[in-house]
T-cell receptor, first 110, second 114 residues
Framework: RKEVEQDPGPFNVPEGATVAFNCTYS??????FFWYRQDCRKEPKLLMS???SGNEDGRFTAQLNRASQYISLLIRDSKLSDSATYLC???????????FGKGNQVVVIP | NAGVTQTPKFQVLKTGQSMTLQCAQD?????MSWYRQDPGMGLRLIHY???????DQGEVPNGYNVSRSTTEDFPLRLLSAAPSQTSVYFC?????????????FGAGTRLSVL
């Protein structure tokens, strides 16, 4: 079983709509969680960290469910500029190595 | 403030050639990593370093060497290029913020091995 699993999509979203997707992780020792954004043919960039209590950053909301070992990302009022691949990233306790999911591709349609 | 700089941006090699991908960071980060990204595979860790003089293997280290003689530089060397090494290579540097490891990526090197 892969350490981090994501449904690659694509997720086709009408402009202005809400889209949400999950990522599951297999290692219960994981302690830090992130969402990175990767535009086509560009490098990944940190979108937001994910905190145990859940957190928001503008139109983006991240949630963590430790019992079921998944994290989620919700994008409200989608913009064309949100079209990208969103990578789920997990960091194991005491280890600086990150495990990356394959990404959720989001395509916002006018 | 350049962040993480990778060179070259593009490279074409013939099978059996060797080359070095350069990576430099100016953020004084302790940790540096090399990843490759292939379609449908996500990012896979090749080698990483937790500080000058210290390196370790990631998930896919075969065919690659690294060294870390300074905090700033972390070159990746392909010993004898193979078509299976055709990929996009990303270098990253990172710092720890409490329990979190925040990584900053270079713009990538697109490598084709013929």
């Amino acid at each position: 079983r892969k350490e981090v699993e994501q449904d690659p999509g694509p997720f086709n979203v009408p402009e202005g709509a809400t889209v949400a997707f999950n990522c599951t992780y297999s290692n219960s020792a994981s302690q830090s969680f992130f969402w990175y954004r990767q535009d086509c043919r560009k490098e990944p960039k940190l979108l937001m960290s994910v905190y145990s209590s859940g957190n928001e950053d503008g139109r983006f909301t991240a949630q963590l469910n430790r019992a079921s070992q998944y994290i989620s990302l919700l994008i409200r009022d989608s913009k064309l500029s949100d079209s990208a691949t969103y990578l789920c990233v997990v960091n194991r306790r005491g280890n600086n190595r990150l495990a990356f999911g394959k990404g959720n591709q989001v395509v916002v349609i006018p | 403030n350049a962040g993480v700089t990778q060179t070259p941006k593009f490279q074409v090699l013939k099978t059996g050639q060797s080359m070095t991908l350069q990576c430099a960071q100016d953020m004084n980060h302790e940790y540096m990593s090399w990843y490759r990204q292939d379609p449908g595979m996500g990012l896979r860790l090749i080698h990483y370093s937790v500080g000058a003089g210290i390196t370790d293997q990631g998930e896919v280290p075969n065919g690659y060497n690294v060294s870390r003689s300074t905090t700033e530089d972390f070159p990746l060397r392909l010993l004898s290029a193979a078509p299976s090494q055709t990929s996009v290579y990303f270098c990253a540097s990172s710092y720890s913020q409490g329990n979190k490891n925040i990584q900053y990526f270079g713009a990538g090197t697109r490598l084709s091995v013929l």
